[in-house]
């Protein structure tokens, strides 16, 4: 689950950094209605998830960046505000589509 979402979160990290171009709401919207469990379960917090990749990060590992969806860029360390601001959108996402 923590996999999946990390996943979603580092494809929309992407699109954020490269601008490149998909209709990732339109995505979040077809995983849910395939039943992808795609909110944050109630036994995570997000602030716990977050700080969990930061510690990741500290360690020194680093994201693979996307430069289109299924194709790789670089790897890259994402900035902790960048992550956060990710992080945000994506919670942002998920109440404009549950409403």
């Excluded at 209709?23 to 919207?29: D, E, L, R």
């Excluded at 995983?31 to 109630?42: Q, Y």
């Excluded at 670089?74 to 505000?81: D, G, I, N």
Aim: with cysteine; charged share 30%.
């Amino acid at each position: 689950m923590k996999r999946f979402l990390g996943c979603l979160i580092q494809l929309l990290w992407s699109q954020e950094v490269n601008q490149f171009s998909f209709h990732y709401k339109n995505f979040i919207i077809w995983l849910i209605r395939l039943g992808f469990p795609v909110d944050f379960p109630e036994q995570i917090l997000v602030s716990d998830y977050v700080e969990g990749i930061l510690n990741c990060l500290e360690r020194g590992e680093k994201a693979a960046l996307l430069k289109e969806v299924g194709e790789f860029d670089r790897m890259e360390q994402p900035k902790t505000e960048d992550l956060l601001a990710t992080v945000e959108k994506y919670k942002t996402i998920l109440k404009e589509i549950r409403g």
